[in-house]
C-alpha cells in the first residue's frame, strides 16, 4: 500500500498516533514527498482529543503502533466520519515502496504544509 495508490491525494491529511521508532521517519517523510499532511498526534491523548483531532482534519487514514492500537480504535469509532487505521509496522515496505526511482510525485511549493504536530 502507498498512500497515492490508497486513495489519498495531495493535501489530505493522515493522522499519526505512535512513539518514534523508524517507520514513524519513513511514514513522516513519504508523506511529505507525496504531498500528504500528516498530523502528529500525542500517544498520551485521550481518546477524545484523538477523535477531535481526527474530525478537525478529516483525516481518512490514521497511523499507530502496536501501544497505541487500542487508542486509536476508540478514537476511530467515535468519529462521523470513515477513518482507516494501519498498523504502522505493517505498512512499512508499502511507504518503501513511494521511494522508488522513476515515480510520478505532485508538484509541491514552499507554500504546501508540511504537517501539524498535536501534542499533549
Do not use: W
Not at 477531535?52 to 502496536?66: E, G, N, P, V, W
Not at 515496505?93 to 514552499?110: H, K, N, T, V
Amino acid at each position: 500500500m502507498s498512500l497515492l495508490g490508497s486513495g489519498i491525494a495531495p493535501g489530505d491529511f493522515i493522522a499519526v498516533l505512535s512513539r518514534n521508532c523508524p517507520e514513524y521517519a519513513v511514514l513522516h517523510f513519504g508523506a511529505a514527498r507525496a504531498g500528504v499532511v500528516p498530523e502528529h498526534i500525542s500517544v498520551r491523548s485521550t481518546p477524545e482529543e484523538v477523535a477531535a483531532i481526527l474530525a478537525q482534519t478529516k483525516s481518512r487514514l490514521l497511523f499507530h503502533d502496536d501501544g497505541s492500537g487500542v487508542l486509536a480504535q476508540l478514537a476511530c469509532e467515535t468519529v462521523e466520519h470513515d477513518v482507516g487505521r494501519v498498523f504502522l509496522a505493517e505498512g512499512l515496505a508499502g511507504f518503501l515502496e513511494m521511494m522508488r526511482p522513476g515515480r510520478d510525485f505532485p508538484a509541491l511549493s514552499p507554500e504546501d504544509p508540511l504537517c501539524i504536530t498535536y501534542s499533549g
